[in-house]
C-alpha cells in the first residue's frame, strides 16, 4: 500500500493573488521585462488548446502571452516570476502534520497535487515544514495529466511503486480527487474523514 495527498485545500491553505496577471507583470517588470499594455487581456486570453485531461505549464501560457505581443523571455526568467507571483502566506491545516505521519508509517507517501506551475507545489510544502519527508511528488505540469484523469493517478502510483489498487489518495475534492475510484485505487474525501480522524481510520483498515 501507498498513500498519495493532494496538496492545496487538503494538507494546506495557501494565499494566492486575487489578481495573478497584476503580480506576475510586477514580478516580470522586476526582472527586465517589458510588460505590454493590456498585458491583463492577453495573460487571461487562451493562446493554445490542449487535449482533454492534459495540463498547460503557466511558464508556458506566459511565455506564450507575451509573445502574442511580441515579447520574448526565456523559461528561467517567467518562472521565477512566476514562482514569487504566487508565493503566498502558506497554512497547515489541522491535523495533516498527524495524517502525514500514521502514513508515513504505513507505507510510501507521496503528493499528487493539480498545480500547473512548476516548483510552485515543493515550495508550498518548503513553507509548510513538514517533518514526514515525501516519497514522491507528482504534479499535473510535472506529468501531464490533472485529476481526475486516470493518467494522473497513474503517474502517483507508478511514482510510489505500487498498482493502482494498491494506493490509497486522500482528497478535499470529490470531483478532482474523487476520480481516483475510476482507477481501483481507495479514496479518502476530507468531508467524509478529516485528516484529524485518518489516522484512526488508517489503523482500523485491513490492507493485504
Known sequence: M????DCFGTLVTAERPAAPWS???EELAARGV?????WENAY???HSSVERGRELSLVEHTQAALAS???ETDSDTVEAALLRAFDGPVKVREGASEALDAAAAAGPV???SNCSLPGLVEQTLSRAAFETSFDAIVTSVGCGWHKPHDNAFAA???ALSVDLDSLVHVGDDART???ARTTDATVVLLDDIPLTDFPAWLEESAWD
Open 2 to 5: 501507498a498513500i498519495s495527498f
Open 23 to 25: 503580480a506576475t507583470a
Open 34 to 38: 517589458s510588460v505590454p499594455e493590456d
Open 44 to 46: 487571461r486570453s487562451s
Open 69 to 71: 505581443r511580441g515579447v
Open 110 to 112: 507521496g503528493i499528487l
Open 156 to 158: 502517483a502510483a507508478d
Open 177 to 179: 480527487d474523487g476520480g
